[in-house]
Nanobody, 127 residues
Framework: QVQPVESGGGLVQAGGSLRLSCAAS????????MGWFRQVPGKEREFVAA????????YYSDSVKGRFTIFRGNAKNTVHLQMNSLKPEDTAVYYC????????????????????WGQGTQVTVSS
């Protein structure tokens, strides 16, 4: 069992930066692939970024590529999402997710590919 817990959300002006963190408890974390998704009311949860268990492979949605960076923290069981050049359209609840199997290049962007989810953290970008 893995329980991801997000932190670091908040209110920021357009053009600013935020760093989200995900700390996971439970089974050995270093081999677990992790992803970030986001959701706004009335819309489906959408993929943002993912990182493989050893941090070698990373994936991003086109909408955040070049602005967001996903990376594993020095502390065990942590993954971060550095968000720069934030836009009002980045406003959403951000969710951390964990996948017990290897990250698949063909399906990492599907919510169904992930086994455990955090409760989410709100990110609001004002114009």
């Amino acid at each position: 069992q893995v329980q991801p817990v997000e932190s670091g959300g908040g209110l920021v002006q357009a053009g600013g930066s935020l760093r989200l963190s995900c700390a996971a408890s439970g089974r050995t974390f270093s081999s677990i692939a992790m992803g970030w998704f986001r959701q706004v009311p009335g819309k489906e949860r959408e993929f943002v970024a993912a990182i493989s268990g050893k941090g070698i492979s990373t994936y991003y949605s086109d909408s955040v590529k070049g602005r967001f960076t996903i990376f594993r923290g020095n502390a065990k069981n942590t993954v971060h999402l550095q968000m720069n050049s934030l836009k009002p359209e980045d406003t959403a609840v951000y969710y951390c997710a964990a996948r017990t199997g290897p990250l698949l290049s063909s399906s990492y962007y599907y919510t169904d590919d992930y086994d455990y989810w955090g409760q989410g953290t709100q990110v609001t970008v004002s114009s």
